[in-house]
């Protein structure tokens, strides 16, 4: 039988790709320290699904107190989750938060898997931001990386452990997201942020003109990404782009999620926040070339499914909406 390992379960993508490979009949291994970032109660919510299936283990710890080396002898798979999020928040005193969980615990598990041979990958979860501004669009992974947040520099710093790690037989796959969507979806992002407050009636808070782009991902497709990514032998030591193939403004996209909400959405403009990047947009060839990797979801269709869970979230009585 399979095992898995994925650490950041209790997250937004962790919880939906442990989900997914359970129902694959594997044994999956769940790893999260349910730390304060966002509210703990929210990240519990996320993994009540997971904790029906007899073949779901869950360790409630920081990465850096386990015992790395003895967890790795029965597992096939590490995918790489856990992370300390956030552009906007990885700034002053909290980037040690930043080192500590997307540098020094990837080292952690980097360290421990050169000595256990039978481990056959590790898919590392990266992000858009090592980017930054990116000077070409659509934007390929030869592009050389050019973070303009604390947050990007750290999950760049990960991906170049990880390559680092071949050298010791390690194989690693690292995936970029962008702008990852859908239920689940973290209390501080977007678009959470903007459908809690049109159901609270609140004005959502706009950073700069509105005519930023981003390429919008549902965690659907992610999760799709990652289980392949786990098994093509090809994708040893490559670097994908796993993009969503919805690049929209940022105006463009509130008109959407009114259609989807049915009414209109009032808008607070302030000034631009430093370190977010200006438009991203994945090219995703080398991901449909080697992976086969071919989002299905489209943006109506994810925001509509986002817009359900969170109405249900916060009509539920263990959740404060305001």
């Not at 999020?85 to 990885?90: E, M, P, Y």
């Not at 037989?169 to 809690?196: C, E, I, N, W």
Request: proline content about 4%; overall charge neutral.
């Amino acid at each position: 039988m399979d095992t898995y390992i994925v650490t950041g379960v209790a997250g937004f993508i962790g919880s939906h790709l442990a989900q997914a490979l359970l129902k694959q009949g594997s044994q999956v291994i769940g790893i999260d320290e349910f730390n304060d970032y966002y509210d703990p109660l929210l990240k519990h919510n996320n993994i009540t699904s997971l904790e029906k299936y007899s073949k779901f283990k869950l360790i409630s710890a920081s990465i850096q107190d386990l015992d790395w080396q003895q967890l790795l002898q029965s597992v096939d798979i590490v995918y790489h989750q856990a992370a300390q999020a956030g552009v906007r928040s990885s700034w002053g005193d909290g980037f040690r938060d930043y080192t500590t969980r997307n540098i020094n615990a990837t080292q952690v598990i980097l360290e421990a898997a050169k000595r256990v041979k039978s481990l056959t990958r590790i898919v590392y979860a990266s992000s858009s931001s090592v980017y930054g501004d990116a000077v070409r669009m659509p934007t390929p992974e030869t592009l050389c990386p050019q973070p303009v947040s604390p947050y990007g520099i750290t999950k760049l710093a990960g991906e170049q452990l990880c390559l680092l790690y071949q050298q010791f037989g390690v194989p690693v796959t690292v995936l970029r997201y962008f702008t990852v969507y859908g239920s689940r979806q973290r209390p501080d992002m977007a678009f959470h942020k903007f459908f809690k407050a049109a159901l609270n009636d609140e004005a959502i808070d706009i950073y700069g003109d509105g005519q930023q782009t981003r390429d919008y991902t549902y965690v659907g497709d992610i999760v799709a990404a990652n289980l392949v990514a786990g098994k093509i032998p090809e994708a040893v030591g490559e670097v994908f782009n796993i993009g969503g193939g919805s690049r929209v403004t940022l105006i463009e996209l509130l008109a959407i999620m009114e259609q989807v909400i049915g009414q209109p959405i009032r808008k607070n403009y302030l000034k631009r926040a430093v370190g977010d990047a200006r438009h991203t947009s994945a090219d995703i060839t080398k991901a449909q070339q080697i992976l086969g990797y071919h989002p299905q979801v489209s943006l109506l269709e994810g925001l509509t499914e986002e817009w359900n869970w969170i109405q249900a979230l916060y009509e539920s009585a263990t959740v404060n909406p305001k």
